[in-house]
């Protein structure tokens, strides 16, 4: 299936745009392997379903040789990295991996809650008539999944499903996957042979509100698990992608608590000086953070780049707030974007740095029975705007940017 998405003129022609820039030798960055691939940081926004166009833009990005180090993301953008991160090799090509991956899956497997919220879930995506006897006949239902279990849908589906994938990839724990990633090319510095290159990092946002705090995971995964190297990190992705309300909540039990260690962790990494809980919630980490650009921010001028990919249109609209529900989504959206804006407010250089998808003007973010054609136009939306984005990219001008700023 993953071969129908890789069908027609238009990818054929944005495929040639980035294999021209390769063969110019255009370059976006200072770190290489020995096959003249580039390296360059990701951080992905999450958004649903719209982590497609996520998969477009890293093909078209990996035609053009580029090949992706450090990996960070939140919901959507946080199940496109740890793909990346557990499929291939650093170094190795993972687009078509992750498509076809993808493209084998009903999305829609993924609501799990009762039969009929699920229809009335995807009535209302799709704006079709009728919404009020169904609402009434699945009232109930839906009153008690809110009130007791604080989601529509428990996200058992999506996590055994992920935890499979990962498994038939040798990934059963965070041990693997650490061992997983130090298998990579020979890199070097094409300005300086002898400069070292830090271990590649990984960083899935979520939100953890029992707490009140931004995790970033899996740094600080010792908060919350017991023998870290032993958890799939599955369970990372599913606190990551527990949308409010449509999901029920990550919940993790026994919170290591013992001792004056576990006390000064929580300190140190993430703020807390309270009583430790025996439990935690997660929820969306889009909650705190949907786009983390920030996580592998570094000062001076950096050997390779960050790049971030948007899939929402940034900022060109402001919000209706005169009804219940524009009003609360008006809400939301400051909480889940604020502190994202303000980084890139603060260090407008990563302007240069960000590919803006704007996926969510024509489709909708929660349509999990997205038909392939729909997916395919996605697909083909992420490739597109991400080769317009490396022909106008310049790195030299970036490092200049960064010279100016120390």
């Known amino acids: 299936m993953a071969k129908e998405f890789l069908e027609g003129e238009q ?29 360059v940081d990701l951080v992905q926004e999450g958004g649903g379903v719209l982590g ?40 190795d090509p993972v687009a078509i991996s992750i498509l076809t991956i993808l493209s084998e899956k009903n999305l829609f497997d993924f609501v799990d809650g009762p039969s009929g919220i699920k229809k009335l879930i995807q009535k209302r995506i799709e704006g ?9 006949w699945n009232g109930c239902k839906i009153y008690h999944s809110i009130k007791n279990k604080l989601g529509l849908n428990p996200g058992n589906s999506f996590e055994n499903w992920f935890k499979k994938m990962l498994e038939q990839h040798k990934i059963f724990n965070l041990k693997d996957l650490y061992d997983h990633r130090k298998s990579t090319s020979t890199l070097k510095n094409r300005i300086d042979e002898n400069a070292i290159i830090t271990p590649a990092r990984l960083a899935i946002i979520t939100s953890e509100i029992t707490t009140h705090t931004k995790v970033d995971l899996p740094r600080m995964a010792d908060l919350y698990w017991q023998n870290v190297e032993n958890v799939s990190p599955a369970e990372f992705v599913r606190a990551s992608m527990s ?8 919940v993790k039990k026994n919170i290591p ?16 000086y309270g009583e430790i809980p025996p439990s935690v919630k997660f929820v969306d980490g889009g909650l705190l953070s949907n786009f983390p650009i920030n996580i592998f921010h570094r000062p001076g ?12 249109t940034y900022r060109k609209s402001y919000s209706e707030t005169d009804s219940f529900f524009s009003y609360s989504w008006a809400i939301i959206s400051t909480m889940r974007q604020i502190h994202d804006y303000d980084f890139i407010h603060r260090n407008p250089d990563y302007k240069q740095l960000i590919c803006n998808i704007e996926a969510d003007e024509d489709f909708n973010w929660l ?40």
């Open 11 to 39: 990818l054929t022609e944005l495929v040639q745009r980035a294999r021209k820039l390769r063969e110019e030798g255009k370059i976006f960055s200072d770190i290489v392997d020995e096959e003249g691939n580039q390296y």
């Open 52 to 91: 497609i166009g996520l998969v477009g833009y890293v093909y078209i990005l990996e035609q053009a040789g580029i090949r992706f180090y450090s990996l960070g993301g939140t919901s959507a953008g946080a199940i496109s990295t740890l793909l990346m991160a557990s499929v291939k090799k650093i170094g």
């Open 128 to 136: 079709k008539t009728g919404l009020f006897w169904d609402l009434l």
């Open 243 to 250: 949308i409010p309300f449509f999901y029920e909540p990550y």
């Open 257 to 272: 608590n013992s001792g004056e260690n576990a006390t000064k962790l929580w300190q140190e990494m993430a703020g807390y």
């Open 301 to 312: 001028v950096p050997s390779r780049p960050t790049f971030g990919v948007r899939l929402s």
């Open 367 to 406: 349509n999990f029975d997205m038909k392939q054609a729909r997916q395919k136009e996605l697909f083909l939306l992420g490739a597109e705007k991400g080769i317009e984005f490396l022909e106008k990219f310049n790195w030299e001008t970036y490092k200049k940017t960064r010279e100016k700023i120390i």
